[in-house]
């Protein structure tokens, strides 16, 4: 009673209490330390329940730098008044400091001043403060699971305590995944780096061995599921960051509708998503260790800076060896990784000519009829050989030579772990189950384009045309993909429809620098027999922009012409398309010109009003003027578009043969006829005209 009575006292002495916190702080004023030190602790002694009294004592202790009462003062007061919000501020400022996260307000005085109070407090002292302040903010997940990453960081024996609680506030507790985004973001950037960086987790080892005191031992199948987290989450930043910059939407997955918030709080994470793949390998390696991966870490495979066609180079005989000895699951993660990134460095969009970014598609290149009759094999067999005995050349549209020289090689490395993927899986059913739930091409679009791809690069464009894929939503990359492997599969009316409807939808690069890499595109087809030897398949790797397209489109639809026969039957449309088309990459198609003007010829008349549009190959229409001059009848245009009255021939016209040497003479004088403007009136001879009907044909 006669305590309780002490304490009713106390609170009905407020002028005498404070009449104590007077004089200390006169006293102070006054710089009389001694003094105002005696006052402090009689106000401190005589209202030890007091909580008004208690801190205006901590307060004149900070101010007057008694930092060392100050901080036991402060461990005092937290477990005799834990509820007293005054003093959760003062921690949170504290922690924040320590953290080094200025607190809002804070000046350096106050900062230097928070840090020196932390640190008079002994290790113990810390770790309970932080304790209870992680404690008091339960609700709160992230500054919940900051403290206990700080004690982590500050006192690495307490990650076996603090990591458990961190997971058990970010993870659901039914599907064990991140329960947001920003939950993601606080596990993979900061939660597991601070535990993995103490050196304190390890490996659990049988029920029979001692666990080392003081660390968080951890079974397989959890630090594997450490490793997944990592890749999906690292994976999600990169895809985010390039929807950011406005590049292909496919490359998104369709399940994440807003990108990450990069701009995380500082600490840790703050600098890990800046570079995803390197922070995602440095995690990785991290893991390993943890896993006791000695063999993968020996390798080489795990080494900051490779590029993904060195790592998969290095994976190879790791595989072979880990498979000898039944332990390929180390080997998962990283070929997982690389294979990754493989395809992001070769799909990934690419600057060319003025534009932004496209999408990569890799074509087998056609040849035309003139190839196809040297080569006698049957198509069936011809395919299957591609696939067993012939050697594949993959090659680089020369805008992305110029751009992305190494694009060969990322693809080609990607090609080599999807194998190394397919081996490992055939053994590990639970690494199947994470390609499958988490990498499928039903998630990932750009997946199923390296699927296609893969396809293409394997020979077996009958397969891909059947193929239905969440890849080949109808734009860019993954329409076109599907509408070369439709032709190449044999169904040429309607891949080549397919194709030229999606290439009026791409974007029109800068015309003058599109027109020039689609020259050169153009020497890098196959002519005739083909450039390789007979055992080599010639592959492209190719932007899918207009002008690089062109080449490729134009072979098509040669293709589909020849197959549908140049004879007397044909129709004149179809003969002055193979004029405009034959200007491509001149002479490359001299051949395919000159049968167009023999049948023309032995007819005797065209009509191709489109004529002055589209040709301005100086050889082409000097040929067209000899054919006139023979007394071809011919029904053209009037060059320009300024006249409204044909250009004929023969005798329709009075005056007609003077008038279409005229309006010949007038094309070549007045247009440019070189290279670049053929390319440029390619490209819209392309985009605009009908040059297949409706139903292909």
């Not at 399940?255 to 840790?268: E, P, Q």
């Not at 169904?491 to 015309?511: I, N, S, Y």
Request: glycine share 6%; hydrophobic share 40%.
């Amino acid at each position: 009673m006669a305590g309780n009575n002490g304490i009713a006292s106390d609170r009905q002495q407020k002028p005498s209490d404070n009449w104590l916190i007077v004089k200390a702080l006169d006293c102070i004023a006054n710089s009389k330390v001694h003094e105002a030190r005696s006052w402090i602790l009689t106000a401190k002694s005589l209202y030890p329940n007091d909580f008004s009294v208690q801190h205006e004592v901590l307060q004149m202790q900070m101010s007057s730098g008694q930092l060392g009462d100050a901080a036991l003062l402060l461990y005092t007061l937290l477990k005799d008044f834990p509820h007293e919000e005054r003093l959760w501020d003062l921690v949170e400022k504290m922690v924040c400091v320590v953290d080094c996260r200025r607190s809002v307000n804070s000046t350096e005085q106050e900062t230097s001043m928070l840090t020196s109070l932390f640190a008079e407090l002994d290790e113990n002292q810390q770790q309970k403060i932080l304790m209870l302040f992680a404690e008091h903010s339960p609700h709160d997940k992230s500054k919940y699971c900051r403290i206990l990453m700080l004690s982590m960081r500050l006192h690495p024996s307490t990650v076996k305590d603090c990591m458990p609680l961190a997971l058990s506030a970010l993870l659901d507790g039914t599907s064990s995944s991140p329960t947001s985004e920003d939950a993601w973001r606080m596990l993979v950037t900061e939660v597991l780096p601070s535990a993995l960086s103490s050196k304190r987790v390890c490996l659990l080892a049988s029920s029979a061995s001692v666990q080392p005191a003081g660390y968080l031992a951890q079974p397989l199948e959890t630090l594997c599921k450490w490793a997944e987290w990592t890749i999906r989450y690292y994976l999600q930043v990169v895809m985010s960051q390039v929807t950011h910059k406005g590049s292909t939407p496919a490359l998104l997955s369709p399940s994440r509708s807003r990108r990450f918030s990069l701009d995380s709080a500082a600490g840790s994470g703050q600098l890990l998503d800046t570079q995803p793949w390197r922070s995602a390998w440095l995690q990785l390696n991290a893991i390993a260790e943890a896993c006791e991966w000695t063999q993968l870490a020996k390798s080489g495979v795990l080494e900051m800076g490779l590029s993904p066609a060195r790592r998969a180079e290095l994976l190879t005989p790791l595989v072979d060896c880990l498979a000898q000895e039944g332990t390929m699951l180390s080997a998962f993660y990283p070929a997982v990784l690389t294979w990754l990134e493989a395809c992001w460095c070769y799909s990934r969009t690419a600057p060319t000519a003025g534009l932004p970014s496209v999408g990569v598609i890799l074509l087998d290149l056609p040849r035309t009829k003139a190839a196809q009759e040297m080569d006698i094999e049957p198509p069936a067999k011809r395919r299957k050989q591609s696939t067993d005995a012939k050697e594949i050349h993959v090659s680089l549209h020369p805008s992305l030579a110029a751009s992305s020289p190494d694009t060969a090689l990322h693809f080609e490395a990607a090609v080599e772990c999807w194998q190394i993927l397919q081996t490992i899986t055939d053994s590990l059913e639970d690494c199947k189950g994470f390609l499958t739930q988490h990498l499928s091409s039903s998630k990932w679009p750009w997946v199923a384009g390296f699927e296609c791809d893969l396809m293409v690069y394997n020979g077996v464009a009958e397969d891909l045309s059947k193929r239905a894929t969440t890849a080949d939503n109808g734009h860019d990359a993954p329409g076109l993909r599907r509408s070369f492997a439709v032709f190449a599969a044999g169904k040429m009316p309607e891949g080549c429809l397919r194709a030229l409807t999606l290439f009026r939808t791409l974007g029109q690069e800068d015309a003058a620098t599109g027109a020039q890499w689609s020259v050169q595109g153009s020497k890098h087809m196959p002519r005739g027999a083909p450039s390789q030897p007979p055992s080599t398949r010639e592959l492209q790797l190719t932007p899918c922009t207009k002008h690089a397209l062109v080449p490729l489109l134009v072979r098509m639809v040669v293709c589909y012409f020849q197959s549908c026969g140049l004879t007397d039957s044909s129709s004149d449309s179809m003969l002055g398309h193979m004029l405009v088309l034959s200007q491509h990459g001149w002479p490359q198609y001299e051949t395919e010109f000159s049968a167009v003007a023999r049948l023309i010829m032995h007819r005797g008349s065209l009509t191709y009003v489109k004529f002055f549009d589209y040709v301005v190959n100086v050889d082409i229409l000097e040929e067209i003027s000899h054919m006139h001059s023979n007394g071809c009848k011919l029904v053209l245009s009037s060059g320009n578009g300024s006249s409204s009255k044909r250009t004929v021939t023969r005798g329709v016209n009075k005056g007609a043969k003077e008038e279409i040497r005229n309006a010949l003479e007038r094309q070549v004088m007045s247009v440019d006829c070189g290279a670049v403007a053929v390319a440029q009136r390619l490209v819209q001879f392309l985009s605009e005209e009908q040059l297949l009907g409706p139903d292909g044909k």
